[in-house]
């Protein structure tokens, strides 16, 4: 059976030189932690603070604990793509029954982690009896477990319950509960692994499943709980992720699994099976939270993270292999316990030697920053909800170009409509010493706790587009989006002369973009009762997504006279599917005024786009962020007018 415990092979070097050598070499994933802490603290003087390492701590939790029920299944040779979205489920089915269904909160825990329970046994079930591969059972139940978040919670996040939102606070003020609840699920990971009868099964399934088979065990019953336990951590995970956020978010945890499996990977773990421990996981963790935060500290370009993210895994995947053919080896099953004992000795002592070491450079090169001012020019964060949309990437082009001119350093982050990585980037920010912040939220509500902690930071901020819930902000400076709907229902419906049938591409679901714009333009409609919907559809903001939808709607309604679309990437995509009909038989009515929306527009095939002004938004939210930092007075309400254009006023619009 094979474990997770690796030796050095035995050689002829010794010494401080050979110590050192099989130090880097068994234990690579620690090497790259201590080089990637003293990198980060040689480079920014904001890394090397309490706070801020307990960001990181706290960023890293929910991957931690994903990754931890992870490392089971990929210890026994599977893999589980599902994690991220039983998370959301497991968080969604808490909410929904503590606050819709009236249910108990200790309660609605307890069906919070059986629904993990059932997610992972369906596909525990999958994979032992109906022979499916790990990666399609599980990659069935990713879906399946996402289509059930936004059914329970009707595409929109779900309030919290207060009493488990104290999960995403802090002990005594300093101690964040995240952190505790990520140690205490390691714990109980290295139990299982090292101590437990399920957790020899586990190396021993990894390590040669016929094998195993064949020496007595119940292999399929044992995969039933092996992804069980991978469920199980998933719902933990969802639950603390949903009680940082203070709403359970039902598109959450998107790409989580990602991240999971990379942990597991990067701490030593193989995908072949037999491999992995607990520890190694954690540091794997850590690895990745580090990484985002330090990138976010030095104000690395937001497109260049995901890149340096990626080559960073592979190179500690690659050192792991170079380590494991140069100096170390698996131990054959049944190896003594004499041996094993001198092994956790052995690490133990690398554990310390490692810390001593890490201590001691992180403490030389923080004094590097010790004497620098750090306050030639403001410093300004902006947060984006995504960058993946032309509207917000005009907001960041309107901020930067009144950052420079105003002489301030600006700081663009980008969550990619994850709320969970922009609670992250607040508190990397927060953490920063910024002089203030502008935040365009994911979610209103699940912004709220983090800027509650720029709050307490004495740290000003700014909303642009969309306001933050339960947190206080110097100014919100936004079009109206429900007033925009409504123009946009009124520029249609008399375009069609009052009468027709439509359809609607709405935004990503759970968004509050998507609500308020679907919202005006329902009130708008109510005015021109011979206007028929006649379907609605999310094509989650993307031109893609539109015209593939778009195809679709028009196999079931041929003859629709219209459609609006809640932004003009969707909108575009729509004219796309209808080809020759855009402009002429039915009518298209956007939402933005992007630059390729008022191309369409001149063109004809789109008739109106309802247009916000975004370089403008980002101009006045990055000027009234700096008054805010220089204790000037500002406008609690900037509004920024919205205008429908057409083709008759597109030439005198500067969008």
Not at 154 to 169: M, T
Not at 430 to 451: E, F, I, K, Q, R
Not at 495 to 509: D, M, P, R, S
Request: with cysteine.
């Amino acid at each position: 059976m094979a474990t997770d415990t690796l030796t050095s092979k035995p050689g002829a070097q010794g010494g401080a030189t050979g110590g050192l050598r099989r130090l880097l070499l068994d234990n690579g994933a620690l090497t790259a932690l201590i080089v990637l802490v003293i990198a980060m603290s040689a480079l920014s003087g904001d890394f090397l603070t309490a706070d801020n390492l307990l960001n990181v701590g706290v960023q890293a939790a929910v991957t931690a604990i994903l990754a931890f029920g992870v490392t089971f299944v990929i210890v026994s040779a599977g893999i589980d793509l599902s994690v991220g979205s039983v998370a959301a489920l497991s968080a969604t089915v808490l909410a929904w029954s503590a606050t819709e269904a009236g249910i108990p909160v200790a309660l609605a825990v307890l069906l919070a982690v059986a629904t993990g329970i059932v997610c992972g046994l369906v596909n525990g079930f999958l994979v032992s009896y109906g022979k499916l591969p790990p990666f399609i059972a599980t990659l069935a139940m990713l879906s399946v477990a996402r289509g059930l978040s936004l059914v329970i919670s009707q595409g929109s996040p779900i309030a919290f319950p207060d009493s488990v939102s104290h999960l995403g606070d802090t002990l005594s003020g300093w101690l964040p509960v995240p952190v505790l609840v990520m140690v205490v699920m390691g714990l109980l990971t290295a139990f299982v692994l090292g101590r437990t009868y399920i957790g020899r099964s586990m190396y021993a399934i990894g390590g040669n499943e016929e094998a195993a088979r064949l020496s007595g065990l119940r292999v399929k019953k044992q995969k039933l709980a092996i992804y069980a336990f991978s469920g199980l951590f998933a719902a933990a995970a969802g639950i603390v992720l949903a009680s940082r956020l203070a709403s359970a978010q039902p598109q959450a945890a998107q790409g989580y699994e990602l991240d999971a499996i990379a942990a597991v990977v990067i701490g030593g773990a193989s995908l072949a099976g037999g491999t992995g421990k607990a520890s190694g996981t954690l540091i794997g963790a850590l690895i990745l939270a580090v990484l985002r935060n330090g990138l976010n500290l030095l104000s690395v370009s937001a497109f260049w993270q995901q890149v340096v993210i990626g080559v960073v895994i592979a190179l500690a995947v690659l050192f792991d292999t170079v380590r494991r053919k140069a100096g170390a080896t698996t131990p054959a099953a049944g190896a003594s316990s004499g041996g094993n004992s001198g092994n956790k000795a052995r690490q133990a002592l690398t554990y310390v030697i490692a810390a001593v070491v890490a201590v001691a450079v992180v403490g030389a090169t923080s004094l590097l920053h010790s004497g620098s001012s750090g306050a030639d020019k403001p410093r300004i964060g902006l947060s984006l909800s995504t960058l993946n949309n032309p509207f917000f990437v005009q907001i960041r082009d309107g901020a930067e170009e009144e950052a420079k001119k105003l002489g301030v350093d600006l700081t663009v982050t980008d969550a990619q409509n994850d709320a969970s990585q922009q609670a992250n980037q607040l508190q990397n920010f927060t953490s920063g010493s910024l002089s203030a912040v502008v935040v365009n939220p994911v979610d209103s509500d699940a912004a709220g706790p983090s800027v509650r902690g720029a709050n307490q930071a004495g740290i000003p901020v700014i909303a642009v587009d969309r306001g933050v819930n339960k947190a206080d902000t110097s100014a919100l400076v936004a079009s109206d989006n429900v007033e925009g709907g409504a123009l946009g229902a009124k520029a249609l419906a008399e375009k069609l002369g009052g009468k027709g049938t439509i359809v609607i591409l709405q935004g990503q679901a759970g968004t509050s973009a998507s609500r308020e714009r679907g919202a005006g333009f329902a009130e708008g409609l109510k005015a021109y009762p011979g206007i028929k919907v006649v379907a609605k559809q999310p094509a989650d903001f993307d031109r893609t997504k539109g015209l593939d939808v778009m195809t679709n709607l028009l196999q079931a309604h041929p003859g629709i006279d219209g459609v609006f679309a809640e932004n003009d990437e969707m909108a575009l995509g729509a004219i796309k599917a209808l080809g020759s009909k855009a402009g002429t038989s039915v009518q298209v009515v956007g939402f933005d005024g992007t630059p390729d929306g008022l191309k369409a527009v001149r063109a004809g095939t789109l008739y109106a786009s309802v247009a916000q002004q975004p370089s403008e938004l980002g101009r006045i939210a990055v000027r009234n962020a700096l008054r805010a930092a220089e204790d000037e007075k500002v406008e609690k309400m900037v509004k920024v007018p919205v205008k429908v254009v057409t083709k008759e006023n597109v030439a005198g619009f500067e969008g």
